[in-house]
């Protein structure tokens, strides 16, 4: 058995690599592709043959699409297995209350109830069963390894303790690494002040937490009178946004703390959502397909893109026994590479960008796509731009109008020239980014107010406010 | 070795009593209390080897005091260590930090870091070992056994999850006792309405927090239209603040939800802080002194006092091996008794009224000693009473005066009579209690601000608002 790859897994807890390799699992990481192929096909027999024993949800979705377990030899395949999305797993648990029809292991099994957050309408409660949680413990703790993090450093956490798996999946992975972990949460009032107290104190090499919360951290800390590069932090990986592949925020917030940046995170329900991750040596995101098959697929057939191609994440569990998501399709937005060149060596497929939108965030101005994610990306490039923006479209007459409130340091905003001549600058960049042109509102810093969690930036005017607001839950 | 009763503690992760069993460890937990003592005293001496051969900081107190543990053959002797108070960690963190010359342990052995609020000065960092770890999961496994808990119950965690202790031990022992954790977590806004959903969704067995947050919740709850009796709760336990053993306030809560209430939690220092805590069949809190040896003091010769008798708590770790504190002394405030007659038949010293207050949380009225928990007590009786109150002390003169500004349910609040009836009613019975004139200000419900965490109601208006705040961070 290949480095405990079987399902369900069964993963030694007292395992660790030679300290000098740059891999956990050598092997699982650096195999040829297609024996690693040859390897998945076999797993996801074994966990689509688990889920049709055990999962009415499953078992009456497949039935009803004439495709069966047996059926699945090949990759190709498995593309004719229909997808699930988040809405059918919020029916099963409205007619299945409160795990729903596809949780697999008995109730007692349960080792960790979490959820998502509910915002766009009844939240999806997880049940994670007692050995998935070893196994996800394995999976971050593997993954952490290839970010260079090792047995005895001191991890921060600066993210929610609740439904959120992004703070559970880091902690457990954390812990199985022998890292020194320090929980210390997010959330409440005057806890990212006291943060930078900490962080100065115990001077952690690694932080995790949003890449919105650390651009906070570091302006709460400098407003305090703390350099952040005095934390002495190696190194800071994120989830929950895409921010962190980004290249302007990326390089504002390795600037800010002088260390790494790491992204990584697909969903909370895929947990272990370090599936997609970057690692010391390579950028982007690798695609970690022994732990979670990951396919790039076009958002309307559901078949993979080629390779370089845009398209949304479909992922399938190969290791989770408690609720199992099999081609759960995650409405994110990526391309893909082979990853043939990926500078550490791992042999999984690459998101070069990360994971940067939502098929459903993108919204079209006078017929052209546009990401939010793209006018962060301009923004964080301008020299004076404070840190926070709201996107707000409007409908002028017969014309959709881009409104792009942004706000400026404060040594602009006491200079009408200064904030004039930014508005100027970022309307002409925007325009050439975008294609259309944007209109820019300077206010002054500090009047957006700075989020601990997910930055919510876009407001649809054109239809009485309506925020666009996806899904949450996803680290 | 009785029931892996060692110094270090090796306990058996997979060891479960028999589920009809009353006690985890039926040897431990009602042994004669003689016999229990003489194993007390060597584990003691284990412990003050250990140190004294591992931590600078016992190995010079010791020496200075004249004290070495070859001395210490009796709980007599022990009287003569001297103790140790928070103002010396503190120091012993500044001199060597982060983590003080008391930690015994390799730093590549420390799991977690967490820590004290530091709202009276510099927090002081918890460095939790590895084998810790497991001994506190087992430990607070075991007392949640005692009251009641099984493995497959749902237990929900309303607490935060930051550097407070209280979340973290119950966690762990949650995870231990293989029941379903759900970590929901505190503090951040909106999260006590999606907690009351949350409960509705999954109907928790036990509920864990503070005693002022269960208030809130339920307050929360009945507003938003849940009935709090609905979440089908059994037990709810606590920590964090005397409440859970004040009659009225236990009352209260028992009412709202329908449930029993367990009172428990020493210090965060401490940790396994369960080492004072009921069980199913008896209130007040059990003494588990084969965790942690409590010896209650009188607070001036720190020498213990008498059954029936009121004292300081003084807290000896048996079972720590990383920063484990010997002679602790809390500055907390309670009485014990034999516990003889303790009705689940456990042979532990009991406090009867559970930890009801600070020795230095009193204060002084015209010559009366006032502990603001009798205050509470005598309020949680009226009827109308909305739930929340401030204690402000002024000086009118030479007199010292005594305010209390409550609040009232809303049909009170309506009708002036009813509001002046409410005031005489509560003016009489504080008076009666106090044995001092009170005055009280009614105000309407929702007036004073609701605490997610510890109630700090106090406030000395004689000292231009100084207000009286107790160091926070024990559970």
């Not at 699945?72 to 229909?82: A, G, H, K, M, Q």
């Not at 020194?180 to 806890?191: L, N, W």
């Not at 707000?392 to 017969?398: E, Q, V």
């Not at 409104?403 to 340091?409: C, F, I, P, Q, S």
Request: negative net charge; glycine residues 10%.
């Amino acid at each position: 058995m290949m480095e405990s790859w079987s399902f369900p897994p069964d993963y030694d807890s007292e395992y660790f690599p030679d300290p000098d390799s740059r891999y956990w699992f050598a092997e699982r990481e650096t195999m040829d592709p297609g024996a690693r192929e040859a390897a998945i096909i076999e797993r996801i027999q074994d966990v689509m043959h688990y889920a049709y024993a055990h999962a009415p949800f499953y078992r009456n979705k497949w039935d009803e699409a004439g495709v069966h377990p047996d059926d699945i030899n090949s990759l190709e395949d498995f593309e004719r297995v229909p997808v699930v999305n988040k809405a059918e797993l919020r029916q099963s648990q409205e007619d299945n209350p409160p795990f729903g029809n596809y949780l697999c292991v008995p109730e007692d099994d349960i080792h960790h109830i979490h959820g998502t957050s509910g915002t766009t309408g009844r939240p999806t409660a997880f049940a994670i069963g007692r050995g998935d949680w070893q196994t996800i413990a394995n999976n971050q703790a593997r993954v952490m390894w290839g970010m260079g993090l090792r047995p005895g450093d001191t991890i921060f956490i600066g993210s929610v303790f609740s439904l959120y798996m992004g703070s559970w999946g880091t902690l457990i992975g954390s812990e199985r690494l022998h890292a020194k972990t320090f929980p210390f949460g997010a959330g409440a009032t005057g806890m990212t002040a006291r943060a930078a107290l900490w962080m100065q104190m115990t001077r952690p090499k690694a932080f995790y937490g949003t890449p919105s919360y650390a651009l906070h951290l570091a302006e709460t800390a400098i407003a305090d009178g703390i350099e952040p590069k005095d934390f002495g932090l190696e190194l800071l990986f994120f989830s929950g946004e895409p921010g962190a592949s980004i290249p302007s925020v990326k390089n504002r917030i390795q600037e800010l703390y002088a260390a790494q940046v790491i992204d990584c995170g697909t969903m909370a329900e895929m947990t272990p959502w370090m599936n997609a991750a970057g690692s010391k040596e390579t950028d982007g995101m690798l695609l970690w397909q022994d732990m979670v098959y990951t396919e790039v697929c076009d958002p309307t057939s559901l078949a993979r893109v080629g390779w370089g191609k845009q398209g949304t994440p479909v992922y399938t569990h190969l290791e989770r026994t408690s609720q199992p998501m099999i081609r759960l399709v995650s409405g994110d937005l990526t391309h893909w590479t082979d990853g043939s060149d990926n500078p550490c060596g791992r042999t999984y497929p690459r998101l070069p960008d990360g994971i940067y939108g939502r098929i459903d965030d993108m919204f079209t101005i006078r017929g052209e796509n546009i990401y939010p994610s793209a006018i962060d990306g301009v923004l964080n490039e301008i020299p004076g731009y404070g840190g926070e923006h709201r996107i707000i479209i409007t409908r002028d007459g017969a014309m959709d109008e881009l409104l792009v409130r942004m706000d400026a340091e404060q040594e602009i905003c006491a200079s009408e020239d200064d904030r004039e001549g930014l508005r100027q600058n970022a309307e002409k960049k925007l325009g050439a980014v975008l294609g259309v042109r944007a209109r820019v509102e300077i206010v002054s810093s500090d009047t957006i107010p700075r989020t601990d969690f997910k930055a919510r930036r876009v407001i649809d005017d054109r239809d009485l406010f309506k925020s666009l607001s996806s899904e949450a839950g996803e680290p």
